[in-house]
């Protein structure tokens, strides 16, 4: 976990992980006996509606990840416990200054069509995501690809330029978020969606379900273990939850939190608690407005009380965090002092900065886990140090058109994701999402060389000097880490808490199977 | 005769137009285009302007209006911004799931809300009333989502497990016991007002000088009851399911939603989140020819049932 001596964090991590083992071991002892054959599984995802897709670019939402991650496969993936393994490349290699990357695939592959999986497809893949007319999620993290220099070396070999050092690409390719890169044929074609993926495409009705048979040439041996797979949507917990309950699906995405012990105390159910990296943070702007002052932000950052955030917001479920993220990066800042509240500091630092009874508001919206009700508990909390907040809570599509990115205190929702590629999407000058409208010279030269750094603990240290001068003057206010909380029927095996932040063992239902 | 019934169709493609200027107008007071909400947080430059590009979104308002006005001359509302598909095969099975819900709804409520009504009316006072206009003011005042989710605590995840708690096997006909929950939920809803109305009319009707006239003349009361007395209160009836049919045709909307019900009311909610201003058109527009039609189709029945009104008419 970390190189330094024991601190309060590691220790937290330590037992975070025994925490864990209990249901690890439950999955384990499962896995020893056979998986049984057949059956059909059927999913509750969280949300849906007219604009799902299975278009490989247009994943947007987690429902979309959750079908698009068993029609694809990419080249590398994520392992439960944050380990990037071989997906359908063998091996991704960068060149000395991590500015060409060699990516050889594994043979034998085919597409649910019988094709053979060759690097013409996954040069497409790149060319598909990529394009300039009809960019995908991924666009914005490749722009620093050369489109035009995309080269097939042999029928499984492919060289990938980039116009700057782009020692992140593993972490890109191994990320099942909505920017993922999934591999598709050559003749693609997103309304009949064909890949090399566990499961081979039925039926579509966007917002209400999907269906799928299993893929019974696929490359990974035996999986996967059930005949069908049914996706269903429910845009309501309750609804999720019921229909769970009734035994109208065999599993669920996203289960509250208040849920959960009623859940983990049924003997029909099981509880699927992950601990991730998954972040909610607040945003504060470092450009302008009342928090351009860093003084004003240290303030805010002491007079959270994070502990009672967790116990309040996550019902327990979560982990104290120290303002920062991507806790499991080998480069994480782990030996930076704890947080705690600090009133007496908090009031001292405003009257310093002249900002005594600050007065502002916190825009949110219900968007992700614990949004409004953490703006809720902070409105609270910041009383003590006699600030002034207000919640003004927005429908979703409000908050992203009139909001995001522009409120001086808002609040965002990240994935666990490695500090490289988060920063990418958030706090570099080309993130597309910098809300905390963050800049500083020495973090970006810093950053700048870790990019162009193939040697990984190099890269981690640097990676920790990046963290530490966020520590001190970052925007973000990261209270907590959440656990994903998922729920199955007993008579589901095979899903096992994972550290992704992505529902249900990262979708992955190549691995389940029904007790039966 | 065919003079007013061309008259009040005008009026009602006059107030379809009305509708749908109106709803136009107020999608544009929303914040946000489709091509945002489509992309939410994802809504990068890139991204957002080809989106819009592809949507036809960079036109002026009044062309998108009258573009899509063009269309439905030619009866054809166009394809849905949220996924490209035309409207009209995204919100046909949309349409057909909640009818049955409304007429399943109207099949349950109406002989059982005739039926309590009555049987209070004649037993005036007594227990059964008295217990049927506690249960119908209760159920009244409870929220349909109060209601909805109560029984589906009794019947399906709490206290039995009898019925599905949700409706989300597609087609829905092909497992009707996801239906019974949804129809109890709105047959119960709209219930205490026919009851209530029933059994008021009944007792006036019971009271007027013919019915007694009936009685002294030695007819059985059962017979003055079914033969005189309801026949006279199906004209009122008539107005009052029509009523409820209009309120349910809206009112479905809450209910679909608890019990994920692939029906018009998630389809419009989603449709306003999502900006879909073509398919949040035609839905709008079903429900307001739906309410003018029942209403159309309400007085004519009235106009057939009651001899007066069919004198007037002619």
């Known amino acids: ?516 | 005769m065919t003079r007013s019934i061309l008259i009040r169709i005008l009026t009602a493609l006059l107030v379809l137009w009305l509708v749908s200027l109106l709803i136009f107008t107020a999608t544009q007071v929303l914040p946000g285009d489709a091509a945002q909400a489509i992309l939410g947080r994802d809504a990068t430059p890139e991204r957002l302007a080809a989106l819009r590009r592809q949507l036809n979104l960079e036109q002026g308002l009044v062309q998108q209006y009258l573009g899509w006005l063009g269309g439905m001359l030619s009866l054809d509302p166009g394809n849905s911004l949220a996924n490209g598909r035309p409207v009209v095969e995204m919100i046909g099975p949309r349409i057909f799931n909640s009818m049955v819900l409304v007429v399943l709804a109207a099949c349950v409520a109406i002989p059982l809300s005739l039926l309590v009504g009555t049987v209070a009316a004649v037993r005036r006072d007594g227990v059964f009333d008295a217990g049927s206009s506690l249960a119908t003011l209760v159920i009244a005042a409870l929220p349909e989502f109060v209601l909805a989710m109560s029984l589906t605590l009794l019947l399906s995840t709490g206290l039995l497990n009898l019925l599905p708690a949700t409706s989300v096997q597609t087609p829905i006909l092909s497992a009707p016991s996801q239906l019974v929950l949804p129809v109890t939920t709105l047959a119960l809803t709209i219930s205490p007002y026919m009851i209530r109305m029933a059994r008021a009319s009944i007792i006036e009707v019971l009271n007027s000088d013919f019915i007694q006239h009936a009685r002294l003349s030695g007819v059985s009361e059962q017979r003055v009851v079914l033969r005189y007395g309801i026949p006279n209160i199906l004209a009122e009836l008539v107005q009052v399911v029509a009523l409820q049919l209009a309120y349910l045709a809206g009112g479905v909307v809450v209910v679909e939603y608890v019990f994920a019900f692939p029906g018009l009311g998630t389809a419009l909610v989603d449709a306003v989140s999502s900006r879909d201003l073509p398919v949040i058109q035609a839905i709008c527009l079903f429900i307001a020819t739906f309410y003018i039609v029942v209403n159309l189709v309400a007085d004519g029945v009235s106009a057939l049932v009651n001899p007066r009104a069919r004198a007037r008419g002619a």
Not at chain 1, 455 to 482: C, H, K, P, S
């Open chain 1, 1 to 516: 976990m970390s190189i330094n001596t024991l601190t309060r964090r590691t220790f937290l991590a330590t037992t975070a992980a025994g925490l864990i083992l209990p249901y690890a071991s439950a999955g384990s002892r499962a896995q020893g006996s056979e998986p049984r054959r057949g059956g059909r599984l059927r999913v509750g995802l969280n949300g849906g509606s007219a604009r799902d897709s299975l278009d490989a670019k247009g994943a947007l939402t987690e429902a979309d990840i959750a079908r698009q991650n068993n029609l694809y496969d990419m080249l590398l993936h994520l392992s439960p416990d944050y380990v990037i393994e071989p997906g359908l490349a063998e091996t991704v290699e960068p060149s000395e200054d991590a500015s060409e990357w060699t990516i050889h695939l594994r043979s034998g592959v085919e597409f649910h069509n019988g094709k053979s999986l060759t690097a013409r497809d996954v040069a497409h893949t790149f060319a598909y995501i990529t394009d300039p007319a009809a960019p995908g999620a991924a666009a914005s993290r490749f722009t620093e690809l050369d489109r035009d220099a995309i080269e097939v070396v042999d029928d499984l070999t492919l060289r990938l330029r980039f116009k700057q050092p782009f020692a992140v690409l593993r972490d890109l390719l191994a990320d099942s978020g909505t920017a993922a890169v999934r591999v598709v044929p050559e003749d693609y074609d997103p309304a009949a969606p064909v890949g090399t993926g566990p499961f081979v495409y039925d039926s579509f009705e966007p917002g209400v379900r999907s269906l799928y048979r299993a893929n019974r040439n696929y490359w990974r041996e035996g999986q996967p273990y059930v005949d069908e797979l049914e996706l269903i949507n429910f845009t309501d917990d309750a609804g999720r939850v019921n229909a769970l309950l009734s035994g109208q699906i065999d599993a669920l995405a996203g289960l509250p939190a208040n849920q959960a012990r009623l859940i983990d105390a049924h003997p029909q159910f099981k509880l699927i608690n992950s601990e991730t990296g998954a972040w909610n943070p607040f945003t504060m702007r470092v450009d302008e407005g009342p928090f351009a002052d860093v003084r004003v932000r240290t303030a805010m950052k002491l007079l959270v009380n994070r502990q009672q955030m967790v116990d309040q917001v996550l019902a327990g479920y979560g982990a104290v965090a120290n303002d920062l993220f991507a806790r499991y990066d080998p480069g994480y800042a782990s030996h930076l002092p704890q947080r705690e509240v600090d009133i007496e500091q908090a009031r001292f630092l405003l009257r310093e900065a002249g900002a005594e009874g600050l007065t502002a508001e916190i825009v949110t919206s219900p968007v992700s886990i614990g949004l409004v009700p953490s703006a809720e508990a902070l409105v609270g909390q910041a009383a003590l140090a006699g600030v002034n907040l207000s919640v003004r809570q927005v429908e979703p599509s409000t908050f992203f058109s009139n909001h995001f990115l522009s409120s001086p205190l808002s609040q965002t929702y990240w994935g666990g994701r490695n500090y490289l590629i988060q920063i990418a999407d958030s706090m570099l000058p080309t993130a597309p999402y910098n809300e905390t409208h963050w800049s500083n010279e020495r973090w970006l030269a810093i950053v700048t060389e870790a990019y162009a750094t193939g040697d990984d603990a190099l890269r981690a240290e640097m990676v920790t000097e990046a963290q530490e001068i966020e520590y001190e003057l970052g925007g973000y206010i990261n209270w907590g880490f959440y656990n994903k909380l998922d729920a199955v029927s007993s008579r589901v095996e095979g899903i096992v808490p994972d550290r992704t932040g992505i529902s249900l063992t990262s979708y992955a239902f190549r691995r389940a199977w029904l007790s039966s």
